[in-house]
């Protein structure tokens, strides 16, 4: 480990590298918390989170979607709102390893924080995003070092954790773009409609789906619906349909040990073949090579291990 200037920082850093202790996803006393460290550099690699956020204590990731690149590393997080397939990278090494703290987004707590903050000060008019990057204000920094401190303890994380939790959260939502995450947990005006649909799609996507459906869901016409869907998540509904239903593709195979026949036919496709061939486009390997390289790369060898990769639950 470098030696850091910042005592705080190289403070959050020890403590990360005890919580993950393993390469891949470490879990913790909550939760919708784990600790995720990578000792390897990983090159451009398709993701679809969970709705979560992401700290960065060491290392730096970068997400690319569409035309737009989010650097998210010690000075700046990541926020997912809904489900967004993009691309993403991370730079670590043995000597510096990528060490990260992964929260799922918990709506409920996020709701009852904005209304709590609305009715004390308000919030200025933000446009909804699905995915942003944030500069980590001093506030959420010494947030997050109070948060890993407690969470080093198994009894401290379970009785202290949920209030710093709320801390979190509560710096997040008031930070510099606490509006862009209020606006989408809002779902109010287009965004909003278009969220119905993914929800849709994430709830349905073994089933036989199409646009006309999709956009009936989203309450909105067929053109409309096309050119509001590409904004928020810079893909056609088919486009996403089908990388939804590869990436759970990919996690159950990893997770059950499922046959990328019996797979194809779980999420959707009625054709093996098809599925094959789209597959090993989006991912650049064949379903087999796939599955061994995620155990390797991300260290999930057991069928019920959690990660923030959108599951199937």
Same mark, same amino acid.
């Given at each position: 480990m470098t030696e850091s200037k910042d005592p705080a920082a190289a403070r959050m850093v020890h403590l990360m590298e005890r919580l993950a202790p393993l390469e891949g996803y470490n879990l913790s006393p909550l939760d919708d918390v784990r600790f995720l460290r990578s000792n390897r550099p990983l090159t451009r690699t398709p993701v679809l989170y969970e709705p979560g956020i992401v700290i960065l204590c060491q290392g730096r990731k970068?997400?690319?979607?569409?035309?737009?690149?989010?650097?998210?590393d010690a000075q700046h997080y990541l926020v997912v709102s809904v489900p967004v397939p993009f691309t993403m990278e991370t730079d670590a090494s043995e000597a510096e390893p990528m060490l990260a703290v992964y929260l799922r987004l918990d709506f409920a707590l996020?709701?009852?924080?904005?209304?709590?903050?609305?009715?004390?000060r308000g919030f200025a008019a933000a446009r909804p995003r699905g995915l942003?990057? #944030?500069?980590?204000?001093?506030?959420?920094?010494?947030?997050?070092?109070?948060?890993?401190e407690v969470m080093e303890d198994r009894t401290d994380a379970l009785i202290l954790g949920p209030a710093l939790l709320r801390e979190l959260y509560y710096r997040i939502l008031t930070g510099e773009q606490g509006g862009?995450?209020?606006?989408?947990?809002a779902q109010q005006g287009q965004f909003g409609k278009v969220t119905r649909?993914?929800?849709?799609?994430?709830? #349905?996507?073994?089933? @036989?789906?199409?646009?006309?459906?999709?956009?009936?869901?989203?309450?909105?016409?067929?053109?409309?619906? !096309?050119? !509001?869907?590409?904004?928020?998540?810079?893909? #056609? @509904?088919?486009q996403y349909l089908k990388s939804t239903r590869l990436h759970q593709a990919r996690l159950l195979m990893l997770r059950g040990g499922l046959t990328a026949a019996k797979t194809a036919f779980e999420v959707g496709y009625e054709s093996a073949s098809h599925f094959s061939r789209d597959f090993k486009r989006l991912f650049g390997r064949t379903p087999l090579a796939e599955v061994a390289w995620m155990k390797r790369t991300y260290a999930l060898p057991a069928p019920t291990t959690p990660s923030p990769f959108v599951s199937s639950h």
């Open positions: 970068r997400g690319y979607l569409g035309d737009e690149v989010f650097v998210y996020a709701g009852e924080l904005i209304q709590q903050v609305d009715e004390v942003y990057a #944030s500069p980590m204000d001093e506030a959420l920094r010494r947030s997050t070092l109070r948060f890993l862009t995450l209020r606006a989408a947990i649909a993914i929800h849709r799609i994430h709830r #349905s996507y073994h089933e @036989p789906l199409d646009v006309e459906a999709l956009a009936r869901e989203a309450q909105m016409s067929v053109p409309n619906f !096309h050119l !509001h869907f590409r904004k928020v998540t810079d893909s #056609s @509904p088919m």
